[in-house]
């Protein structure tokens, strides 16, 4: 091959410049090849092969015989290996000045990682100029990058999360606090929920307290907790509103003789012995409810509220019992 | 400090000392015994504690760790993708050597806020070459030696390398002395 002026290429050459180049004459059949070349179609006696029952140019589109390849020259081509290949290819297409063939260049393109194990590809089949080889590079490095960061990502919601339920659960029971109920109130204002409270108050748990100790205090609210827990379903939710007082949001209810039979059995287990450590402890408990609808009132705060004068009437009149807002 | 080099050297303790001395380590460091996020960055001052706690939890010269974390980086099991990572500078050790000016160009291509000290490599002929770079640390450059020697095996090649005043010296012996680890363009899953 002459460069005018330059010099000659010999074969030798061509393959470190091109190694996976292929060269035809005026009809399309094969002549020579880099030595890289013959890794994608390992299966073919490439001499004298037709080059386009090999490949088949996809851009431009229509170049379908030899005689198209004249009008590809110098153009940037998307090619498809066939005979087993099935990958996808850049090149370029030269015309031989002298002999009337061509010269065609190829590099894998799109699916690279699938090219290169497909066609068992080293550093070695490809150019020093080429940057298949970096771009494999910098697809793997991605590739980790970015597990670790979804990994962090996963880390990161996690704690979000955990932090987000510490800050509202009471630490003693595992009830909400009073964050919790504020959002709850946010939440069924918002979505216009159908709602009752009940407001439920220990009556001698001080005096326990006071007998006892602390660490028996604390016990007895644990198992009030219980309790609580095992007496509502999944939906509702129970907060620790002050030290013996607890506010409970039932949810999506309209039915207040329902709810109202919650709070006297609630009510009713509460005034039954605990068997504790220290042997058996009797405490008692008042409750007020409000329902949304029922009582004048409307936002989740003045529902309270209204539960809460209930129980402070129910409280007042000796404790043990459950007054209904608008059914005193 | 990138949390990529913490780390590594956290990974260094838990897989060459294991969980306990990782977590004594965390403990006489003052970190987190969770330990790092390798996509954040600590402040300085958090590598140079730990490096000090090492030291002390694991009873070496923190020079000699430094040997060990190169050591490391390239040849324990847990760290294959770095290993990988690295065998793509060059498909020989002696193209690697030449590669190593780029390494701190190949690791902003593939984490574009690690920042590496430059390298400068001198080729003295007959498979001899000086290598200088700029090290954070006292003795920093120990690390390059272990991680060299590592890599130098990994390719199948049979090289001393020592440091000598700040700089790391390479004596390329012979390059097909053994069979190389298997390195493939593509990771083969």
Known sequence: ?328 | MHGLINRSIQCFIRDNYGQSAWSRTADLAGVDRAGFEAMQFYPDGVTLDLLDAAGQVLDRAVPDLFEDIGTYLVSHPNTDSLRRLLRFGGASFEDFLYSLEDLPFRAKLAVPDLALPAFSLKARGNGEFDIDLECLFPEGQRLLVGLLRSIADDYGSFALVSCHGDSVHVSLLQTDFAPAHQFDLVRIE
């Open chain 1, 1 to 328: 091959m002459t460069l005018t002026g330059i010099g000659v290429l010999n074969s030798t050459a061509l393959g470190h410049l091109m190694p996976m180049h292929v060269i035809c004459n005026a009809v399309g059949e094969i002549g020579s090849w880099g030595p890289s070349f013959p890794k994608l179609f390992p299966d073919t006696v490439l001499d004298g092969f037709p080059l386009l029952d090999l490949v088949e140019i996809r851009r431009p589109p229509g170049a379908a015989s030899a005689d198209d390849l004249a009008d590809c020259v110098g153009q940037s081509l998307r090619l498809r290996g066939l005979a087993g290949s099935h990958c996808d290819f850049k090149g370029v297409v030269v015309k031989l000045e002298g002999s009337s063939g061509y010269l065609l260049n190829l590099s894998p393109y799109g699916d690279l990682a699938r090219a290169v194990q497909r066609h068992c590809l080293t550093i070695a089949d490809f150019a020093p100029t080429d940057h298949v080889p970096e771009m494999l590079y910098v697809m793997e490095a991605k590739v980790l990058v970015h597990d670790e960061i979804k990994r962090m990502n996963g880390r990161l919601d996690a704690a979000k999360r955990s932090a987000e339920e510490q800050a509202l659960t009471d630490t003693l029971t595992g009830l909400g606090n009073l964050r919790a109920m504020e959002r709850c109130f946010d939440e069924l204002e918002r979505g216009c929920i159908p709602f009752a409270i009940i407001q439920l108050d220990l009556d001698r748990f001080k005096q326990v307290n006071d007998r006892f100790g602390h660490a028996v205090g604390d016990e007895l609210l644990q198992r009030v907790a219980d309790v609580l827990v095992r007496s509502v379903r999944a939906e509702d939710l129970i907060i620790r509103s002050g030290g013996d007082e607890f506010t409970i949001v039932i949810r999506s209810t309209g039915i207040l003789r329902l709810v109202a039979s919650v709070a006297q059995r609630i009510v009713d287990r509460l005034c039954e012995p605990f068997a504790m450590s220290v042997g058996s402890v009797t405490i008692g408990a008042s409750a007020g409810v409000a329902m949304a609808g029922v009582s004048l009132a409307n936002s989740p705060t003045a529902i309270r509220e209204c539960a809460d004068a209930v129980l402070y009437r129910a409280k007042s009149s000796g404790g043990g019992t459950v007054i209904v807002a608008g059914f005193e």
